[in-house]
């Protein structure tokens, strides 16, 4: 019994006392809670960076060295969300990527990151390029390099090295290493001559795929890089061609009754999707590139054209005037389940799937003006991000952040504008054109090489 | 006892006892109506008609928290057009007197006088309507273009407002002073614009300061995010670079309430930017 007393008054005590220090830590908790204050505003502006100069430990290695540094740069910059600071600023001269910066003398120019990075050749002629990433205000590697490669492959190796900075720094994938394909023009309005071109995304490596003698418009990437699939107008028939970049074989795709036009591949490359048009009335069909069966997917009366595979290959979207106007609607693969998702004001078309897969990019006319817009799949969200006389058939870089359009100036004394490629950032900011050496229209993203 | 009885009487049991409940749930609802009608009964009232007067004390709260107002310096060139206007003025005057007849040109001046009043009414309204650049992060081509050299008129402009100090001081950090902290550090973010899935990218800086507003050291709170979501660690990045940046040293933070700033958490929230 007395024991019994016991256990329950020490119980009781124990009771209290734990109370009390719930009290006593609640209380100081509370009075040592930390200030949280939101920061919900900033600017964006590109990040400034410096690239030291690639280094090398004789001529050979230095002009190798100097040729890459040279090329990660413009990447860099072309990108639109880097800023590199002028070399002539630097304070410090790094030895060797090995040896750790001296920050403090990075942060008086505000460079944000560093790069610093090494060549060497081997003995066979292969070269070693070593690089380091930097966090300047961290005071810490954020990434480390190394590739070997042959010396020819300097361009690729620059484009990678631009690439993994690119990924770092921005969660993004890097695009450096692409190809865009585009309709190159020349001479005047009424004979105009338009060939299927092809170049680096930096306008390097640039050739001619077509000889002008037959219109051509629209290539479009497939996923194994090597194809393209365009419309071309062979034999005054517009057609739509496959074409393989490599042997230049050219092949019309199935054997339609009509008209076929506005191709693209499915994510996977298998099919080609595109507009069929007869007697006045298109529909978009599907056509499958192994088994050659052709699969009509809608069945409207009016223009139904400009169809685009979202990234898993389950939805398209495409571009119809059933609503009395051109407008974007979403359908499933089997054509099934059609919604329109464009409710603003003007006419919309040209609807591309973004590879990320979170936006549809379009071309809109409205009160005399074209835009370039996005807008979320489900029809969310619509912003516009370029205007001009005539800017039109966006397409997305790989890794969904830019688009790149086709913008024709204004005319100026009677005289028509130039027709030009541009490329924008998703936020609308960062216009740049991306220069060719004729001029140039429906531009075409690659996929990324992997 | 009959079968009969044995039978039914409970069920004639059952049917008054149901009649019971069903008058005891009407008593029940129309209570609980009254109740609601007329309110639950306070037994507690003070009674007394003569409700003591509540003492209010009115301050003027811009004292206590508001940034003091920042004397703008009145540039010579400003001056010099005032005393240019007066000069114009006096000749105008000066005409009146010695030429009556050229009335008309008077009015004439007085009514570029008037055009040019207008004309600086519309430059403030414009100036007015300019939207704040930073919450336009996502470009829409109907937004106004940015201008650079506009731009550099703000930027320039938040710095000789973030010097500014409050000047009164309280026991916490007034509303004012809070705010001084975060445009303090809004201009050194370089938001990571154009990220997937921008509306779920906040992060939380803990920040450790010295009596001077230097940070002496900063750490990202969700370390474990960074390495699973590359978005994440992006936006992450740049705000710990929007906190080490060396030009967002000296926060404008009171020194007597050093206690209650010297750890601070800086939560850096894209969400009303670039989240949609």
């Known amino acids: 019994m007395v024991i019994n007393i016991f256990f329950f008054t020490k119980l009781k005590y124990t009771k209290k006392i734990i109370f009390s220090f719930l009290i006593f830590f609640s209380y100081i908790l509370n009075v040592n809670a930390e200030l949280k204050i939101d920061i919900t505003s900033g600017y964006t502006e590109p990040t400034p960076i410096g690239i030291h100069d690639f280094i090398g430990t004789n001529d050979e290695e230095n002009s190798v060295a100097k040729q890459i540094t040279k090329l990660v740069i413009a990447d860099l910059n072309n990108s639109g969300i880097f800023r590199i600071i002028d070399p002539k600023a630097y304070i410090q001269k790094i030895p060797s990527p090995n040896v750790m910066p001296k920050f403090s003398d990075w942060r008086v120019i505000n460079a944000q990151a560093l790069i610093v990075g090494s060549t060497q050749i081997n003995t066979s002629g292969q070269v070693r390029i070593e690089f380091r990433l930097w966090d300047v205000f961290a005071e810490q590697q954020m990434a480390g390099w190394a590739f070997s490669t042959a010396r020819s492959n300097w361009r690729q190796i620059s484009h990678r090295i631009a690439d993994k900075v690119y990924e770092r720094l921005t969660g993004e994938i890097g695009y450096f290493d692409t190809r865009i394909a585009y309709i190159a023009e020349s001479g005047p309005p009424k004979k105009r001559v338009k060939r299927l071109a092809i170049m680096d995304q930096d306008g390097a490596n640039h050739r001619f795929l077509t000889d002008g003698n037959n219109l051509v418009l629209t290539p479009r990437f497939s996923p194994s890089y090597q194809e393209l699939t365009y419309l071309s107008y062979i034999g005054r028939i517009p057609r739509v061609y496959l074409l393989d970049i490599e042997t230049g074989k050219q092949e019309v795709v199935g054997d339609f009754p009509g008209m076929t036009f506005a191709p693209r591949f499915s994510p996977f490359g298998d099919q080609v999707i595109m507009s069929l048009a007869m007697e006045g009335n298109s529909d978009i069909y599907s056509y499958n590139l192994q088994t050659n069966i052709r699969k009509q997917l809608t069945s409207y009366r009016g223009i139904d054209t400009s169809p685009s595979y979202s990234p898993n290959g389950k939805r398209i979207v495409f571009n119809s005037d059933r609503g009395g106007s051109p407008q974007i609607y979403v359908m499933n693969n089997k054509g099934k389940k059609i919604k329109r998702i464009s409710f603003g004001k003007g006419h919309y078309s040209t609807p591309v799937w973004s590879p990320r897969g979170d936006y549809i990019a379009f071309t809109k006319y409205f009160n005399k003006t074209f835009y370039i817009g996005v807008m979320t799949p489900d029809g969310k969200g619509e912003r516009v991000i370029a205007k001009g006389f005539l800017v039109e058939g966006p397409t997305w870089t790989p890794n969904g952040r830019m688009i790149a359009y086709t913008k024709k100036g204004y005319p100026i004394k009677k005289k028509e504008g130039k027709t030009r490629i541009f490329l924008i950032d998703l936020t609308g900011f960062h216009e740049r054109e991306i220069i060719t050496p004729l001029e140039a229209s429906d531009p075409a993203w690659s996929p990324l090489l992997n | ?276």
């Not at chain 2, 049917?15 to 009608?37: A, M, T």
């Not at chain 2, 916490?172 to 975060?182: G, V, Y």
């Not at chain 2, 040293?249 to 670039?274: G, H, M, R, V, Y």
């Open chain 2, 1 to 276: 006892m009959t079968i009969n009885n044995l039978i039914f009487l409970p069920i004639k049991r059952e049917v008054l006892e149901k009649k019971n409940y069903l008058l005891q749930s009407l008593g029940f609802h129309l209570l609980i109506i009254i109740l609601i009608y007329y309110g639950l009964p306070n037994f507690f009232r003070y009674r007394s008609e003569f409700l003591p007067p509540l003492p209010v004390e009115i301050i003027n709260i811009s004292n206590k928290t508001a940034a003091p107002k920042i004397n703008f310096k009145k540039s010579p060139d400003t001056e010099k057009n005032k005393t240019n206007y007066a000069n114009q003025e006096n000749i105008k005057y000066n005409k009146q007197t010695v030429v009556p007849d050229d009335s008309r040109e008077i009015i004439q001046d007085t009514k570029e006088v008037k055009e040019i009043k207008k004309k600086k009414i519309v430059k403030l309204k414009e100036l007015k309507k300019k939207p704040n650049q930073l919450q336009s992060v996502l470009k829409s081509i109907e937004q106004v273009k940015r201008d650079f050299s506009d731009k550099k008129k703000n930027t320039e402009k938040t710095e000789s407002e973030d010097k500014v100090t409050p000047t009164k001081l309280g026991i916490n950090l007034s509303i004012s002073e809070i705010d001084a902290i975060r445009r303090h550090f809004e201009k050194c973010w370089n938001i990571p614009s154009g990220a997937r899935e921008a509306g779920n990218l906040a992060t939380e800086i803990k920040v450790r300061f010295n009596k001077k507003g230097n940070v002496l050291d900063a750490r990202i709170v969700n370390v474990s995010r960074m390495k699973r979501d590359r978005y994440f660690r992006t936006a992450a990045e740049s705000a710990l670079r929007a906190v080490l940046n060396p030009r967002c040293q000296n926060a404008p933070l009171p020194e007597k309430k050093f206690d209650k700033w010297k750890n601070l958490t800086l939560n850096f929230d894209p969400k009303s930017i670039i989240g949609y």
